[in-house]
């Protein structure tokens, strides 16, 4: 007997925090997203707002229609790698929320070591992919670095912002004139309505907008927005937050009318913490607008991890799959795992090849309210 007193393990309790994935839920991973290439391709063939005009009557010969030339765009994707290590040694130890006078099961508690490394490094990838998303949607690029603050990956997908401004006629714009924090300058309605107006005439109708926490703050802050919500119940504008947000992590606003357009409203603050720096921030600038229409479609891809699985370490093969891949979830890794000659350590390998993909790159768009 180790002592006198009596004990009782309460419950345990291991810390989940919810990750966002609304921007990247804009992107989809339909079956055929998924590949065992290098490279990927999308052919796009883009259609004008042209109207047909009359003949001047049946004698007349015909109009002659040209067809808009498809443009043939390749990616490579982004390889993500990482192994984690369990130790032997660290198994004998009580796992969490286990009666300490039971002898520990090795097998099991290595494979659940296992699957919880599984499960932390999915969290990763996924706010990974949130990364890239967000970086799409604001600048049209790709920059990744490396804790070291070196640039291992970069993608530019030619966005519409040859000037930056709204008018132009860009989509990644900057506004005329600053949204002041007490409301007192900018143009906010105006400038929203000018960027929607951009994006249709590249054949998109723009229906959600998010903001980030100082653009919100700002939005909210202008007379002009204000008397939207006080027009006699005219209901030009509704605060009134209802309906989940995609992917979780957005907060809603409510509705209102902008120019000739109904837009969803989004305050999406959500946080990583930064590779290079450690700070903590924001996927969204706090300063920028971004606008989407909700029928553009943006593709997230998948790309296999080649390796032999004729020299897959069978004993890991019992217990860890090769491939955990989900369309509708999103996720495609490729684990691997061997033990090492002591056979004293298990090493777990997971990676993936994930890419973030503004198919209609046009359909989607993004305001800095500062000048």
Not at 84 to 103: E, F, H, Q
Not at 175 to 193: E, Q, V
Not at 302 to 322: Q, Y
Request: charged share 20%; proline share 6%.
């Amino acid at each position: 007997m180790s002592d006198t007193s009596t004990i009782r393990l309460m419950k345990y309790y291991q810390q989940q925090i919810g990750r966002p994935r609304f921007l990247s839920s804009l992107f989809r991973s339909p079956p055929e997203n998924f590949h065992s290439t290098e490279e990927v391709e999308i052919d796009v063939r883009r259609q004008g707002r042209n109207v047909a005009i009359p003949v001047v009557d049946l004698r007349s010969g015909p109009r002659h229609m040209s067809r808009d030339k498809t443009v043939n765009k390749k990616f490579k994707p982004a390889v993500y790698k990482y192994e984690s290590n369990v130790a032997a040694a660290d198994l004998i130890k009580r796992a969490p929320g286990v009666d300490p006078y039971t002898d520990p099961d090795f097998a099991a508690n290595a494979t659940r070591e296992a699957f919880g490394a599984i499960r932390e490094l999915e969290d990763m990838f996924r706010d990974a992919i949130e990364l890239m998303a967000s970086q799409i949607m604001q600048t049209g690029t790709l920059a990744i670095t490396d804790d070291a603050g070196s640039a291992v990956y970069s993608l530019d997908f030619q966005p519409k912002d040859a000037t930056g401004t709204l008018g132009s006629g860009d989509l990644i714009v900057t506004t005329g004139t600053t949204w002041a924090a007490d409301g007192s300058t900018g143009d906010p309605l105006g400038d929203l309505d000018t960027l929607a107006n951009n994006m249709a005439a590249c054949g998109y109708d723009a229906t959600d907008l998010a903001f980030g926490a100082t653009a919100l703050h700002r939005f909210l802050k202008n007379a002009t927005v204000l008397q939207r919500f006080n027009l006699i119940n005219a209901n030009f504008g509704q605060l009134n937050p209802q309906g989940a947000p995609p992917g979780g992590g957005a907060s809603p606003v409510g509705r209102m009318v902008i120019g000739s357009r109904m837009f969803r409203l989004w305050a999406y603050d959500a946080t990583y913490k930064h590779p290079q720096t450690g700070t903590i921030t924001r996927f969204l600038h706090n300063e920028k607008v971004v606008m989407w229409a909700d029928s553009a479609p943006r593709d997230l891809s998948w790309g296999a991890i080649p390796m032999f699985e004729a020299a897959r370490d069978s004993r890991v093969a019992s217990f860890l799959p090769s491939r955990m891949s989900f369309a509708s979830a999103g996720i495609d890794l490729h684990i691997g795992g061997y033990f090492t000659q002591d056979a004293q350590n298990l090493v777990i390998t997971v990676g993936c090849r994930p890419l973030t993909i503004p198919t209609a790159i046009d359909g989607h768009a993004c305001l800095d309210i500062t000048t």
